[in-house]
């Protein structure tokens, strides 16, 4: 247990419906991540907060997705109208800032199959 | 594209023998990290070698890089079935920033 929690683990949704997803970083960690991985690949980099302030966001990341981190602590993913292509690993993670290397803490991933 | 590439994609091996994957990519870099997945499970974190470190080591894991060559390498030694799992080698350029390579599958057989 890295102390990075995401809710829920599994989700199996039909496509077009819109889903949620939470993840609780460690408390004293500034930074959190998002990331996606489909089976056989490695993490994709979808989005990061610094705070509340989301920094930069992937390309991967459609007009259909939405992250928030509204205090600072814990954030959301949000992806409205699924798509069969939205299936994967979702991974968030978190890191404490201003240290410009300092290694990710990885929770246990958000299973989404659009059905 | 994803930054790192490693190799090879998958590995098997019998318990006690060593495993070394190895690890390229394509930009500079401020550090260079390897991370395990279990089946199913999150990434956990092994170690970080910094762009002006040639070599770290962790118990049984020993890490080289080589920012000429813009490779690292990953060598387990005296493997146990419970070091299979997937590695991935991850680059950070910046201090945002985390590319993950495709992984390389080690299979240690008992």
């Known amino acids: 247990d890295t102390g990075v929690s995401q809710d829920p683990r599994h989700k199996i949704t039909k496509r077009g419906q819109n889903v949620t997803f939470r993840c609780d970083p460690i408390s004293e960690h500034n930074r959190l991540y998002w990331y996606r991985q489909t089976l056989g690949q490695g993490p994709e980099f979808l989005t990061y907060f610094q705070n509340e302030a989301q920094l930069e966001k992937s390309r991967l990341l459609s007009d259909r997705f939405s992250a928030e981190r509204p205090k600072g602590s814990f954030s959301t993913l949000e992806i409205q109208r699924t798509e069969q292509g939205d299936s994967a690993m979702y991974l968030c993670?978190?890191?404490?800032?201003?240290?410009?290397?300092?290694?990710?803490?990885f929770g246990p991933g958000t299973r989404l199959t659009v059905l | 594209s994803q930054q790192g590439e490693e190799d090879p994609q998958a590995l098997s091996i019998q318990e006690g023998e060593n495993a070394t994957m190895n690890c390229s990519y394509k930009?500079?870099?401020?550090?260079l990290q390897w991370y395990r997945q279990n089946s199913g499970r999150g990434l956990v974190h092994l170690i970080l070698?910094?762009?002006?470190?040639r070599e770290k080591h962790s118990g049984r894991l020993r890490v080289t890089l080589d920012t000429s060559k813009k490779s690292s390498s990953l060598l387990i030694t005296a493997s146990r079935a419970a070091d299979t799992a997937s590695y991935f080698c991850?680059?950070?350029?910046?201090?945002?920033?985390?590319?993950f390579g495709p992984g390389t599958s080690l299979s240690v057989i008992p």
């Open positions: 991850a680059t950070q350029t910046s201090y945002d920033k985390v590319i």
């Open positions: 070698i910094r762009s002006n470190e």
């Open positions: 930009t500079s870099i401020n550090n």
């Open positions: 993670a978190s890191s404490a800032s201003g240290r410009a290397q300092s290694e990710q803490f």
